[in-house]
C-alpha cells in the first residue's frame, strides 16, 4: 500500500508499507552484514551461530538493518513506479516494524517542481541574434521570463554550494587562497551567497527549463553519442585520471541534449 500526499514547496510524502514477505527475505542478509561487523568471544567475525549473535546484539537490531536493506532496494521502485522526479536525499522515518508483519514508513523528498511554459516555439520564431550563441541565450531569457517555476530550497541550496566550490578551485588552481580573496573583496562568505541569489535562481531555471523541453520534445541522446562527446572532452581538457569523469558524463550529456532540441526548435 503507497499513498503519495503533494505538500506545499515542491515536497512529497510517501506513506507506505513493504509487504511482510519481502521485508522477511532481507534478514539472512543483515544477520550476514551484523555478523561480519560483531566480535563475539570465541567466534571468528561472520561465523557465529544466528542464536548466539540475536543473543548479542538483541532482535531489534536485526530487523532495522533488515529495514536498512528493504527500504534502499524497495524506495527506488516505489520512486519509479509512481513517476516521481525526485531530487535529493528522502528523509525515511520507519513507523511500524515486527517479525513476521509489513515494514511501514514514512518518506518525505522533495521533487522536480511543475513548470509552466510559456510557447517556446513561438519564442524561437521572434529570436533577432543570428550568432547561435548569443541566439541560444535570448531565447533562453525570454522562455525564462515567461516561465512559472516555484524553485525548491534544496536546489537553490545546492547551487550555492556549487558556486562556491567553482570560485574556490577556480582560486586554488590560481594560486590563492580563499580567506585572502574574501578580505581583499572584503566580503563574508554569507554575503557572496546572498550577492549570487539571484544568478542562482536563473542557473536553476535554466536547468528546469531545458529538461523541461527536451523531455516534451522527446529528445534522447545515445550511449554511443554520449561516450563519443566524453572522449572529446578527454582529448581537449586532459586524461581521466585528472577529471571526474561522472561530471563529465552530465556535463556531456547536457551539452548533446540541448544542441539536438535548439536544432530541433530551430528548424519548426
Known amino acids: 500500500m503507497i499513498e503519495i500526499k503533494l505538500l506545499p514547496n515542491s515536497e512529497v510524502e510517501i506513506i507506505g508499507e513493504i509487504p511482510a514477505r519481502v521485508f522477511e527475505s532481507f534478514r539472512k542478509d543483515a544477520i550476514k552484514e551484523i555478523s561480519n561487523e560483531t566480535e563475539i568471544e570465541g567466534f571468528r567475525k561472520g561465523k557465529a551461530p544466528e542464536d548466539v549473535l540475536i543473543k548479542e546484539v538483541g532482535e531489534e537490531k536485526i530487523l532495522y538493518r533488515m529495514a536498512l536493506l528493504a527500504l534502499k532496494e524497495e524506495y527506488p521502485k516505489i520512486i519509479k513506479e509512481h513517476k516521481i522526479k525526485a531530487i535529493g536525499r528522502p528523509e525515511i522515518t520507519v513507523t511500524k516494524i515486527a517479525p513476521n508483519n509489513p515494514l511501514a514508513f514514512r518518506a518525505r523528498l522533495y521533487v522536480l517542481p511543475e513548470i509552466v511554459l510559456p510557447d517556446y516555439r513561438e519564442i524561437f520564431k521572434t529570436a533577432e541574434h543570428k550568432e547561435e550563441d548569443k541566439r541560444y541565450i535570448e531565447i533562453l531569457d525570454k522562455i525564462i521570463e515567461k516561465t512559472e517555476v516555484e524553485i525548491p530550497k534544496i536546489l537553490l541550496e545546492a547551487e550555492k554550494i556549487k558556486f562556491l566550490e567553482e570560485m574556490k578551485n577556480s582560486l586554488s588552481h590560481l594560486g590563492l587562497e580563499w580567506n585572502d580573496y574574501l578580505k581583499n573583496i572584503n566580503k563574508s562568505e554569507e554575503e557572496l551567497l546572498k550577492e549570487y541569489e539571484n544568478d542562482a535562481i ?49 556535463y556531456t550529456y547536457g551539452i548533446i541534449r540541448n544542441k539536438k532540441l535548439f536544432d530541433l526548435l530551430s528548424k519548426n
Open 202 to 250: 536563473k542557473r536553476i531555471k535554466y536547468g528546469l527549463v531545458l529538461e523541461e523541453m527536451a523531455e516534451r520534445e522527446k529528445i534522447e541522446v545515445s550511449d554511443l553519442e554520449l561516450e563519443e562527446g566524453v572522449k572529446k572532452i578527454v582529448e581537449t581538457y586532459g586524461k581521466e585520471k585528472d577529471l571526474d569523469m561522472d561530471q563529465v558524463r552530465v
